[in-house]
């Protein structure tokens, strides 16, 4: 599996990736760009997802930063898994698409994240790739303004994303295997 590696936009991801479409594709009116983030994960597609679906709860990047302190759970959240249009995940994103096993997609809905961040779609996908082994990818879409301050604000965000993003998947990854292997 060769890997595209145009950081900060592109981290993991393969060209295959990068080229294909995702439920986000649609969800903004005036995209700007788009980012990819992807792992491997030596565990089953369903325990995988049920880890994507702990988003509800926390966001499983650095805690210190982006849930005030608070350690995101290192056990699985009972019910988190019961998804549904319209829910808050990671405190400013709305779930506004699910396939269970294949993709959580959301929409930045908070106004506070909106000023912050602009407008940002995002589509997690779990994929398989071998026996016991799955692809679990981020696509986001970022709107924003245009011209040199929009450009500017994008190429920092794009880094601070890859940074919180990194973290998070990883995390993620980490304790899907665990859980796989227990």
């Known amino acids: 599996m060769?890997?595209?590696?145009?950081?900060?936009?592109?981290?993991?991801?393969?060209?295959?990736?990068?080229?294909?479409?995702?439920?986000?594709?649609?969800?903004?009116?005036?995209?700007?760009?788009?980012?990819?983030?992807?792992?491997?994960?030596?565990?089953?597609?369903?325990?995988?997802?049920?880890?994507?679906?702990q988003l509800k709860v926390a966001p499983y990047s650095y805690d210190l930063l982006d849930n005030l302190g608070r350690r995101s759970p290192r056990l699985l959240t009972p019910g988190a898994e019961d998804l549904a249009v319209g829910q808050q995940?990671?405190?400013?994103?709305?779930?506004?698409?699910f396939e269970p096993d294949q993709h959580l997609t959301l929409l930045m809905r908070n106004a506070h994240g909106r000023r912050l961040f602009g407008?940002?779609?995002?589509?997690?996908?779990?994929t398989d790739i071998a026996p016991r082994g799955t692809r679990l990818?981020?696509?986001?879409?970022?709107?924003?303004?245009?011209?040199?301050?929009?450009?500017?604000?994008r190429h920092?965000?794009?880094?601070?994303?890859?940074?919180?993003?990194?973290?998070?998947?990883?995390?993620?990854?980490?304790l899907a295997e665990r859980q796989q292997n227990h």
């Open 137 to 153: 990818l981020a696509k986001l879409m970022i709107g924003d303004r245009d011209g040199i301050l929009g450009r500017s604000r």
């Open 2 to 53: 060769t890997e595209t590696m145009r950081i900060p936009r592109v981290w993991g991801a393969t060209a295959d990736e990068v080229r294909a479409g995702y439920p986000c594709d649609d969800l903004l009116s005036n995209p700007r760009e788009s980012w990819f983030r992807a792992v491997t994960v030596r565990a089953e597609r369903a325990t995988v997802f049920r880890w994507l679906c």
């Open 156 to 174: 920092l965000l794009a880094w601070g994303d890859l940074f919180m993003m990194r973290r998070q998947l990883n995390t993620l990854r980490e």
């Open 119 to 126: 407008d940002f779609a995002v589509t997690y996908t779990v």
């Open 89 to 97: 995940v990671m405190t400013i994103f709305e779930l506004v698409a």
